[in-house]
């Protein structure tokens, strides 16, 4: 059984950083792609940044270009997110998700974690 869990989340004033982490279990994503996805209240759920290792690609949604970073450990497969310069606008329950196929921008990747939230203050 795969499982996603999230940490890292919290609060944080604005130009802050943030550092999240996404560590799977159950089967090894290590060519597979993973990424995070982010809800705000009452906003339907939106891409972030995910990265196919084995392909060496790395996507970014442009209001995260430049302040957000993805990377992951394969020998502890995990994926993370740094983020930084955060924005009010930022806020929002962050979400790893992972598939054995890429599945782009929409949410309708198989494997998904449980929620981390990130609130940045102004």
């Not at 995260?64 to 497969?77: L, M, Y």
Request: proline share 2%.
């Amino acid at each position: 059984q795969v499982q996603l869990v999230e940490s890292g989340g919290g609060l944080v004033q604005a130009g802050g950083s943030l550092r999240l982490s996404c560590a799977a279990s159950g089967r090894a994503f290590d060519s597979d792609p993973m990424g995070w996805f982010r809800q705000a209240p009452g906003k339907e759920r939106e891409f972030v940044a995910a990265i196919r290792w084995s392909l060496g690609y790395i996507y970014y949604a442009d209001s995260v270009k430049g302040r957000f970073t993805i990377s992951r450990d394969n020998a502890k497969n995990t994926v993370f997110l740094q983020m930084s310069s955060l924005k009010p606008e930022d806020t929002a329950v962050y979400y790893c998700a992972a598939d054995h196929y890429w599945r782009g921008y929409d949410d309708m990747w198989e494997y998904w974690g449980q929620g981390t939230q990130v609130t940045v203050s102004s």
